[in-house]
């Protein structure tokens, strides 16, 4: 929304297509997970940064693709008045706050509440026969009646498709739950490491599951954070871009870009790093 500053539509639009490649708050909690678990304290901060900057460079780069194809043209200055500043007062503060949140659960919150569900649906759906579950602690339960969902039936048939990546099946389940929202991606992973929904990316059980994965290794954890970056925004952002733009083409197009546009830099990411001997 805040692309209506801008005079011209052309750079509107470029705006909404490279604002997903910058790191919300959403994906920190991935990051934090994956670069404690594997990599050293001293240098893990680094490793944070260097997908930050990533996401600058790539944002930079397709924005410069976009303008000189499908959305070419000339370039128009951006000049903004700053207007006079004054101390606010509370009762604006609450009225401002109010107006930008209905808002924002009108326009959005619809869509989110409807996506939300069918992806809750399929983590949960269908139940698995009791007998797969006889003798299994609540955590183990759990794991099987998450790979015998739908979700985890996507992430198994998907499974082919990442494994070039170095994923396996279970990731492909918390990428299919970070379409919803990328906070997801954790608890899914402590869910499917039968950790149950309350790890969060300080659990220290997390973390030594995820060591203890032998698909796992630094390479692949920092190919996951890189994924993460990129693929598909969360449900909330294509909700934004369908209403600014009024066209369901635009948000159509960001799916689409952004989750090829993260295999392959993945894919040269695992795959780079293999050649120079750090998988």
């Known amino acids: 929304m805040a692309t209506r500053t801008l005079a011209s539509r052309r750079d509107r639009i470029v705006t909404m297509l490279i604002a997903p490649l910058m790191s919300c708050g959403a994906r920190l909690p991935v990051y934090i997970l994956l670069a404690g678990a594997f990599f050293a304290p001293s240098v893990a901060g680094h490793v944070i940064f260097s997908v930050y900057l990533l996401g600058i460079i790539l944002a930079m780069l397709m924005a410069k693709l976009f303008r000189s194809t499908i959305l070419s043209g000339g370039s128009e200055p951006f000049v903004m008045e700053l207007p006079p500043y004054r101390l606010p007062t509370l009762k604006g503060i609450a009225i401002h706050t109010w107006e930008r949140t209905w808002l924002y659960l009108k326009k959005a919150g619809t869509i989110i509440l409807a996506i939300s ?70 608890s899914t992973l402590g869910t499917t490491y039968s950790l149950g929904e309350e790890a969060d990316e300080e659990s220290g059980a997390l973390r030594t599951a995820l060591q203890q994965d032998p698909s796992f290794s630094p390479l692949v954890a920092y190919t996951f954070m890189v994924f993460v970056l990129i693929y598909l925004p969360c449900v909330a952002v294509l909700a934004v871009i369908r209403k600014e733009t009024r066209s369901w083409r635009w948000p159509a197009f960001v799916a689409a870009y952004t989750c090829t546009l993260a295999w392959i830099v993945s894919f040269i990411v695992y795959q780079g790093g293999r050649l120079l001997g750090f998988g």
Request: net charge positive.
């Open 117 to 186: 569900i069918i992806v809750w649906f399929l983590l949960s759906h269908p139940a698995p026969p009791p007998n797969l579950l006889n003798g299994l602690e609540m955590k183990e339960a759990a794991a099987t009646t998450l790979s015998y969902s739908y979700a985890g039936r996507i992430g198994q048939a998907i499974e082919p498709g990442i494994r070039p990546l170095g994923f396996n099946w279970k990731v492909g389940i918390s990428l299919f739950a970070g379409f919803a929202a990328k906070e997801v991606v954790v």
